[in-house]
């Protein structure tokens, strides 16, 4: 059996994402780093927790942190509704759930339709994007996980695990 890194190699590197709306736009994640995909469940709020994490919820008796993507983006707060979306995801070493306002499908893209980021990145922290993805009738905005939270925030997410 060959491993992902493998076939990628074999195949002209095909990309295996999880595609997700936040907004207007559309996301993409690579799919070994997501879990499972839940639908919006109570999350349990946190003092001092910082703005962009909105608690933690307990998963199979794991408690794990949640963050809102859009709040992390910098993006205005929107209630959440029956397409709303907890992506659970292994990050760093860590597993977090990112709320999301849908999922859209897993999608095959040959590494070949993407290019770097342009500098102004559609309006949300550049060094969150790994690249976007030039699909057929849209663009696809591939997110870089292992930047997603800085030293500082991991850091603030094990203190409020602790908590």
Do not use: C, W
């Not at 977090?96 to 993407?114: A, C, M, P, Q, Y």
């Amino acid at each position: 059996m060959t491993s992902f890194d493998e076939q990628k190699k074999e195949t002209g590197e095909l990309l295996q994402l999880v595609s997700f709306f936040i907004g207007n736009e559309e996301f993409g994640v690579d799919i070994l780093y997501v879990q499972e995909i839940n639908r919006m469940s109570q999350v349990t709020k946190v003092p001092n927790a910082p703005e962009f994490v909105n608690g933690v919820i307990n998963l199979r008796g794991r408690v794990i942190p949640v963050i809102d993507l859009r709040l992390k983006f910098g993006m205005p707060k929107k209630e959440h509704d029956k397409n709303t979306r907890i992506i659970v995801m292994e990050v760093s070493g860590k597993t977090v759930g990112f709320i999301v306002d849908s999922v859209n499908e897993v999608l095959r893209i040959s590494k070949n339709v993407t290019e770097p980021a342009p500098e102004l990145a559609l309006g949300i922290n550049s060094e969150y994007i790994k690249a976007v993805g030039k699909l057929d009738d849209r663009l696809l905005i591939l997110i870089d996980l292992e930047k997603i939270l800085s030293k500082n925030e991991s850091i603030q997410l094990e203190t409020v695990l602790e908590t």
